[in-house]
Structure formats: C-alpha cells, structure tokens
C-alpha cells in the first residue's frame, strides 16, 4: 500500500495547494466534497454521472445508511465503495450533525446520544464507538469522530463543557477504530480518522480544543459547528483565529460549507476540503450557479432561451440543452429536468475547485479571488 497522507505543495498568502494520498487514490486540494447521502447524490446522480462531473472525493452519510440499508448490509455488500460502484475515496460523517438536527427527539450524556429515528421513531442510541463501528462497516476511507454540534450561538458554560465531552469522546474515538483497523473482517484497515474543532463563536473556545485535539496527532482536522446560525463574517473570524493551530501537514476541513464565494475566502485563509448540499438542493429548486451569478431558471425570461443554462460550461446540460427545455422540465416536474440541473450545479463546484488549483499553482489565485467574488454571488 502506498503511504497515506498530506503533502503541502505551495502557498499564496494562507491558501495552500495540496496532495492528500489515500488507500482510494489521490485527492488534489482544494478539493469538493460531493455529498451522496444515501450513497447516490439527491437529483438522479449515480457514482459514474459523478466521476464524469469530476468530483474527486464524495460524502456518505452514516446516520442515513445507519437506518437504511443498513450499515451491516453495506458491510456484507462489500462496504460503501462497492455498494454504490464509486472508485474514488469516501468520506463519512460521524451522525453527531444529523443528531444535533433532531434536537426535539435526543438526550446528550456522557456515554452518547439517545433518540429517535426520523423515519419510524425507532429509539436509538450512538456513542463514540458505535459510529466508529458503523463508519467501519460502511468501510469508507476516512472517518469522522463523533462530536456535539451545538447551536449558534449558545451559553459559554455549555459550549465549554461540550468541547471538553467532544474531546473525550474524540480519544474513544480514537481507540475504537485503532481495534476495529486491527481486526480480521474489516472492510477498509486503513480507515483514517478526523478530529472536529468545536468552541460555537468564541475564538479561545475554538483555540483551546484546536490545540488538545492535535495533540492526539490525527491525520486530519475540521471546523465544525459552523453555517448553523451565524454570519459569513464570524465564521471567518472563527477560521481565521483557529488557522494557526492546525498541523500545516495535514488536511484541513470546513464542515458543511458551502456557497462558492464561503468558498473562495475559506481557501485564502487556509481550508484545504469542502462539503454542501447546496449545490443539489439548490439545483432541484431551479436555482443554479453560473460563471455570471446565480440563476433562477424558473424565471418566465428563461421561457423561450435557446441559449445554455451557462454559456462558459461545458457540462452535459449545457453541451445538450437549452435554458428553455431544461426551465420547461423543471416546471412540468419531470425528473429529467432535476437531473440536468443537478448535473450542472455538481460540475459547476468541481470546476471552480479545478480553477482554484490553477491560479494557486500560478501563483495568481488573490487576483482569481477577487475578481471571482465580485460575480460569484451575485443574483441575475
């Protein structure tokens, strides 16, 4: 097996060009995380529509394959990469966000979470090891520790208890996965784990569990606990303050964001990999992102456009169809039109990252910043 890890290749100011090697190939940072859910991307998207778009890496998530198929079924099918035939690596996320979404149906102790499934009421319960034994089962290439997302903003008192529990559940974590790596019939034993920042909006919350948990030397880090509340401007000030307390040789990880211009300003300060749903639910509602600014295609002026969806794209929407017959599909409610607007927002993500890595490796990415933020979120 080649050897796994993160290899700095360049810097412009904080933002960081990167190879992160992995027992499932090679990712080239900045990346984008695709999010398939359920193993397959929300809007029609398969592994091989997804390899197409160029998506490097894809997000899996353990709560909801917990309770369907199953992460024992997952398991006996060969884990998640077989399931879903993606050939790439996977990440999985620990369930602790889903958990913190069902805030009505939980109880938090030390041990873990008690609550209900969404889908049947079913009681459940997940501590550390059992998401370390599901994410094993699902058998993905890295795993996430299992953390409280709390709400921002929240009290001081309860968001520093919580970051104490967070870490000691992250050394559970942390061992529970060393054994089940050891183990005869796991999927993946070279299943790497993710330590994942908390403190809500206070810098020296967020800096004091930054520096306890890299002591636990893991081959990776996130920022968690963010794009649930606050503004773009404190979950920059947040990145900003934990930044210089992060391993420079390791992966770097923005939990759950998000727009292309949150984009554009975590990679200048120094965030290495992304995850969003936006781009496929933004999709299915007929909001797309485009080299001008955002579209809403269910726009009457889209009615009779022959033009692309994005006249600069060369996606498999915009190569085959017009704005017109794409709007048309959408209104009608056909699941061809979700499809080709899911396709265009996915490959419009992975595009932008693909560029972001040029103009780092140019040397100009301030300069493709700048000029990609004025339009970026602008509305059309």
């Known amino acids: 097996m080649k050897n796994q890890g993160f290899t700095l290749l360049k810097k412009e100011g904080k933002a960081r060009l990167g190879v992160f090697e992995t027992v499932h190939g090679t990712v080239h940072t900045p990346a984008f995380q695709n999010v398939a859910t359920c193993a397959a991307i929300k809007g029609g998207m398969d592994a091989l529509d997804l390899k197409k778009s160029g998506c490097q890496i894809a997000l899996s998530n353990t709560y909801h394959l917990h309770l369907r198929p199953g992460d024992e079924t997952v398991k006996r099918m060969g884990g998640i990469r077989k399931f879903m035939n993606w050939k790439g690596p996977v990440l999985t996320d620990s369930g602790g966000f889903q958990v913190f979404s069902l805030s009505s149906l939980r109880k938090i102790t030390e041990e873990g979470v008690h609550f209900q499934s969404h889908i049947d009421g079913k009681r459940i319960f997940m501590g550390p090891e059992e998401s370390m034994r599901i994410q094993s089962n699902l058998g993905s290439t890295i795993a996430m520790a299992f953390d409280e997302c709390i709400e921002n903003p929240s009290p001081r008192e309860y968001v520093a208890a919580s970051c104490d529990r967070t870490t000691r559940w992250l050394i559970r974590c942390k061992a529970e996965l060393e054994r089940l790596n050891s183990l005869k019939g796991t999927v993946n034993k070279h299943q790497m784990l993710f330590g994942i920042n908390q403190g809500g909006t206070y810098d020296d919350l967020r800096i004091k569990h930054m520096k306890e948990i890299v002591e636990l030397d893991l081959p990776g880090y996130?920022?968690?606990?963010?794009?649930?509340?606050?503004?773009?401007?404190?979950?920059?000030?947040?990145?900003?303050?934990?930044?210089?307390?992060?391993?420079?040789?390791?992966?770097?990880?923005?939990?759950?964001?998000?727009?292309?211009?949150?984009?554009?300003?975590?990679?200048?300060?120094?965030?290495?990999?992304?995850?969003?749903?936006?781009?496929?639910?933004?999709?299915?509602?007929?909001?797309?992102?485009?080299?001008?600014?955002?579209?809403?295609?269910?726009?009457?002026?889209?009615?009779?456009?022959?033009?692309?969806?994005?006249?600069?794209?060369?996606?498999?929407?915009?190569?085959?169809?017009?704005?017109?017959?794409?709007?048309?599909?959408?209104?009608?409610?056909?699941?061809?039109?979700?499809?080709?607007?899911?396709?265009?927002?996915?490959?419009?993500?992975?595009?932008?990252?693909?560029?972001?890595?040029?103009?780092?490796?140019?040397?100009?990415?301030?300069?493709?910043?700048?000029?990609?933020?004025?339009?970026?979120?602008?509305?059309?």
């Open 222 to 380: 996130a920022i968690g606990g963010l794009a649930v509340g606050e503004s773009a401007e404190e979950m920059y000030r947040i990145i900003d303050s934990v930044e210089p307390y992060m391993p420079e040789n390791k992966p770097r990880y923005l939990m759950g964001v998000g727009t292309p211009v949150n984009i554009l300003e975590a990679v200048s300060r120094g965030v290495d990999l992304f995850d969003c749903v936006m781009p496929s639910r933004n999709a299915r509602h007929g909001h797309i992102f485009t080299s001008k600014g955002v579209k809403n295609i269910r726009n009457e002026k889209y009615k009779e456009d022959k033009s692309p969806l994005d006249e600069s794209c060369d996606c498999y929407a915009c190569k085959n169809f017009s704005a017109s017959y794409i709007r048309h599909l959408l209104v009608a409610d056909e699941m061809t039109g979700f499809k080709l607007l899911v396709m265009h927002n996915i490959h419009f993500y992975n595009n932008l990252m693909k560029e972001i890595r040029e103009a780092l490796s140019e040397g100009r990415f301030e300069e493709f910043k700048r000029e990609k933020v004025a339009i970026l979120g602008k509305r059309i």
